[in-house]
């Protein structure tokens, strides 16, 4: 009896992890950092440019009665100082990848060291939406280094 409760347990416990793990309508596949040859990059220096391409996936597990419309939001980050802050709207139907790349120039004067890239996609800007802001995608994030 023990080893039944054990198992629905986790039966369970799996099934409400898929259900979380489902409930956005987009998914963040992707987020690359190249060069401006389009080659993939990790490390850079200043003066450089950095390319940050994202790739964002309709979930296959969400119902679309219609597009969703979204705002995608990459910031770049070294410790809690924002760097860059690159954006766009577009709208994504079931089984639509879409791709959205901007890049920047490191300074000579920003620092070196880890760069954390995050991006978020959400429904609008808050002051945008009020009380109906959600976020449409789990937000996921890289880092990339900056040399001298």
Known sequence: MKKIVALALTLTIIAVATVL???????IDSIATKDLEGNTK???????????ETTLKANPSYYFAAPVDYLE???????AQVMNLLLTRDSISSGETKT??????IR???????????????????SEMGADWEPLAAPKTKTFKVNP
């Open 108 to 126: 000579d004067y920003d620092p070196t060291g880890t760069y954390t890239v995050e991006t978020y996609v959400w429904n609008g800007f808050p």
């Open 73 to 79: 939001i990459v910031e770049v980050f070294y410790g």
């Open 100 to 105: 959205f790349g901007g890049g920047y120039r």
């Open 21 to 27: 793990a489902n409930s956005y309508p987009i998914i």
């Open 42 to 52: 990790t490390t850079f220096s200043r003066g450089e440019v950095v390319v940050i």
